[in-house]
């Protein structure tokens, strides 16, 4: 059984690997492959109410996700429907190519530690969309984004959703954690970006005003009130979850319910053909549903991986025959762009207790910087790079040939720094 649900798995995942040749759509192919692998470990699985229950878990957690990333969505459409990047954009008058991603890049890295990795790819390749015309230029820096967003999210607590599973686990603290792996999280994107300005060359073309800020008229008054909601909600979602103990999902939603209000309010005194281009309708038909459900075909079927109990045997595998924490935790990252981190983090907070490895050990700090910036060195290796991967149509080629070595220089830059990092510490 165990076999089968790797080949399927390995199947599918080199479909999608490979869906610009066979000219189907990746979606299609993560759904089909999660359903088959869950399938195969109900058929060989002697306890069927076992396996239905382990599916409900993950759907539980799974709807949490694509419910805020359907949430975060609609609000970043939103705002750009009100013309509110544009009080942005404006202020990025930056056109030569290697300045502009240094700007893009840093901007990510720090707004990603407020917010989380997922939330900031999205606003922030809605910026790109405003910012640079070309979309090989876009895709480019589409790329960076993902791997700035993912090295940003992984030094603070609200992030990256694995190290807000070691924080609410007991496992990290805050100020530890920040102060622990902020340099190695930068190292991590400037050693790309160096890689990167020897490449770049030339300057970037901007895009026209768009149709719809061509056609209707957007006061000042009512982009800043619509961006500023917006943005500002998106802030405090972290702040509600620390706050209620309550799944980031449901602030996303009743932040989503506010903006949704403000917008009609704002609107109802205008004719109903121009309210509609302003409601939440018109923005939910503007999102890529397909890049959603592709998002959720990858994740259930990491799930059935995880509830046959492959990967638990996998991390005890790594664990009885290698021996050494830096290289398992090395190698978790590495696996990590390849098998979604949650359920990794998951299988190493049961493998490795809190007796043996106290809370801000090494190996949970280390762990934390791994796994959160390893997803980077492939495109469906994080929820950013699945984000990112929906919204601009990169292929998993282009990142393999385009960002993944760069990603992975700055991987393993950042892993020796922070073992070099601690080793100075404790002298």
């Given at each position: 059984m165990i076999i089968l649900v790797i080949i399927v798995f390995s199947l599918g995942y080199l479909l999608i690997a490979f869906e610009s040749g066979i000219k189907i759509n990746k979606s299609a192919i993560a759904l089909i492959t999660g359903v088959l692998c869950w399938t195969i470990y109900s058929l060989f699985s002697a306890d069927k109410t076992l396996?239905?229950?382990q599916l409900t878990e993950h759907l539980g957690e799974l709807s949490g996700i694509l419910f805020f990333l359907l949430g975060a969505m609609t609000i970043v459409e939103l705002i750009d429907a009100h013309a509110g990047f544009d009080l942005i954009t404006r202020r990025i008058t930056q056109t030569d190519k290697r300045k502009l991603i240094w700007i893009i890049a840093l901007l990510t890295f720090f707004l990603s530690a407020v917010l989380d990795n997922l939330t900031t790819t999205i606003v922030v390749i809605s910026l790109l969309k405003k910012l640079i015309k070309h979309q090989q230029d876009r895709l480019f820096f589409a790329g960076i984004v993902v791997v700035a967003a993912n090295a940003g999210g992984a030094w603070t607590p609200i992030g990256d959703v694995t190290t807000t599973m070691l924080w609410l686990g007991g496992q990290i603290t805050t100020t530890n954690i920040m102060v622990k792996l902020f340099l190695p999280s930068l190292i991590a994107l400037i050693v790309p970006l160096l890689v990167v300005s020897v490449k770049l060359k030339g300057l970037i073309a901007k895009p026209l005003i768009t149709e719809l800020t061509e056609k209707v008229e957007i006061s000042k008054k009512h982009?800043?009130?619509?961006f500023s909601s917006g943005v500002l909600i998106l802030m405090l979602v972290p702040l509600f979850k620390m706050v209620t103990h309550l799944p980031p999902y449901l602030g996303i939603l009743a932040g989503l319910g506010i903006v949704w209000v403000i917008t009609e309010i704002i609107h109802q005194q205008k004719e109903e053909s121009i309210r509609h281009?302003?409601?939440v309708a018109?923005?939910?038909?503007?999102?890529?549903t397909s890049s959603i459900l592709f998002f959720f075909g990858i994740l259930i079927s990491v799930a059935a991986l995880q509830s046959s109990g492959i990967l638990a045997e996998l991390a005890q595998w790594m664990s009885t025959e290698i021996g050494n924490l830096n290289v398992i935790v090395i190698l978790l990252g590495l696996i990590s762009a390849v098998i979604d981190n949650v359920p990794l983090v998951a299988?190493?907070?049961g493998m490795f207790n809190l007796t043996n490895y106290p809370t801000d050990h090494y190996l949970w700090e280390f762990l934390a910087y791994c796994v959160g910036t390893g997803g980077s060195i492939l495109i469906i290796g994080s929820a950013a790079g699945i984000a990112a991967m929906g919204m601009e149509k990169i292929s998993f080629f282009w990142y393999l040939r385009k960002i993944s070595l760069i990603a992975t220089l700055g991987y393993f830059a950042g892993a020796i720094t922070y073992i070099v990092q601690n080793y100075l510490v404790r002298i």
């Open positions: 396996v239905n229950l982009q800043l009130i619509v281009r302003f409601s018109q923005a939910l038909r503007k999102i890529d299988v190493s907070q």
